[in-house]
C-alpha cells in the first residue's frame, strides 16, 4: 500500500463548478498535513496546511479526519486558473524531523 | 526575490558524465532538500540536510552525493549518470520543527536532467 494515495483524476469541470478530491495515508503517527499545487513544468507550491478542526482559505476547504486517515480538498466555483495538479501531502515527522511524502496527484482541467 | 533558487535549470548530458546541480536558498530555513520527480510525476525525497548535516538518506545510489557547505546551500552530484537519472530534481527548504517551523518546504523551480 503506498504510504499516501490520492484518486490520480483527471477531473474535467465546466468553471464555476464545485469539485473534491480525496487521500488517504497509511502511517497513523503522521502529524501534519499539507495541499500543494503544482502547474505543468513547475515547481510543487503551498496551497494550504490541514488541521484537524477543517479549515477554509477563500474558495478553498480542506478537512482532515484522523480515524479514518482521510484528507479532502473542496474548491467552490473553479476557475480556469485553477488547473493544476493537487498533491495530497503528510508528514509523518521521521525522527523527529520534516520528511513531506507525496501523494501522485490528481490533476483538475477547469475548463470554459 | 528567489527564495529558493537552483543552477542550471535544464541539463543535457551523455551516459556515465558526472554533473552537479547547485541549490541556495535565502529564506533563513535551516533544513534543506533534495526531491527527484520522475516521468509519471512522482515526487519522492532523495536526502535532507539540517544545519549542514545529514539527516535524511533515502535508497538512493551512492552515485549520488548531497554537499552542503553551509545551511543556505545544498548541491548534488551525480557520477556516472545513467538513461534512469532522466528526471527533473527540486531542491526544497523549511524551517526546522524544533525551531517553530510548521513543516511547511518551499521549492526552487527545478533542474531538468536528461541523460542521452
Known amino acids: 500500500r503506498k504510504e499516501v494515495e490520492q484518486d490520480p483524476g483527471p477531473f474535467n469541470v465546466p468553471e464555476g463548478a464545485t469539485v473534491a478530491f480525496n487521500c488517504t495515508y497509511s502511517?497513523?503517527?503522521?502529524?501534519?498535513f499539507f495541499w500543494y499545487r503544482q502547474d505543468c513544468r513547475k515547481e510543487p507550491k503551498l496551497l494550504m496546511s490541514?488541521?484537524?478542526s477543517g479549515n477554509e482559505d477563500g474558495r478553498f476547504t480542506a478537512q482532515l479526519n484522523r480515524a479514518s486517515q482521510y484528507i479532502s480538498l473542496l474548491i467552490r466555483d473553479s476557475k480556469l486558473s485553477d488547473s493544476a495538479t493537487y498533491l495530497c501531502?503528510?508528514?509523518?515527522?521521521?525522527?523527529?524531523?520534516?520528511?513531506?511524502?507525496f501523494g501522485a496527484g490528481t490533476r483538475l482541467a477547469v475548463h470554459p | 526575490d528567489t527564495a529558493v533558487s537552483q543552477t542550471p535549470k535544464y541539463l543535457v548530458t551523455q551516459m556515465g558524465n558526472d554533473k552537479s546541480i547547485k541549490c541556495e536558498q535565502n529564506?533563513?530555513?535551516?533544513?534543506m532538500y533534495w526531491y527527484k520527480q520522475d516521468s509519471k510525476k512522482f515526487l519522492k525525497i532523495m536526502f535532507s540536510?539540517?544545519?549542514?548535516?545529514?539527516?535524511i538518506n533515502e535508497t538512493v545510489p551512492n552515485r549520488f552525493s548531497p554537499k552542503s557547505p553551509d545551511k543556505a546551500h545544498l548541491n548534488l552530484h551525480i557520477n556516472s549518470l545513467e538513461l534512469g537519472d532522466s528526471a527533473v530534481y527540486f531542491c526544497?527548504?523549511?524551517?526546522?520543527?524544533?525551531?517553530?517551523?510548521?513543516?511547511?518546504?518551499?521549492f526552487g523551480p527545478g533542474t531538468r536532467l536528461t541523460v542521452t
Open positions: 502511517n497513523s503517527a503522521s502529524q501534519s
Open positions: 526544497a527548504s523549511s524551517q526546522d520543527l524544533r525551531a517553530g517551523g510548521s513543516g511547511e518546504q518551499y
Open positions: 529564506l533563513g530555513h535551516d533544513t
Open positions: 490541514v488541521y484537524s
Open positions: 501531502v503528510v508528514n509523518p515527522l521521521s525522527g523527529g524531523y520534516n520528511k513531506l511524502i
Open positions: 540536510y539540517n544545519n549542514k548535516e545529514l539527516i
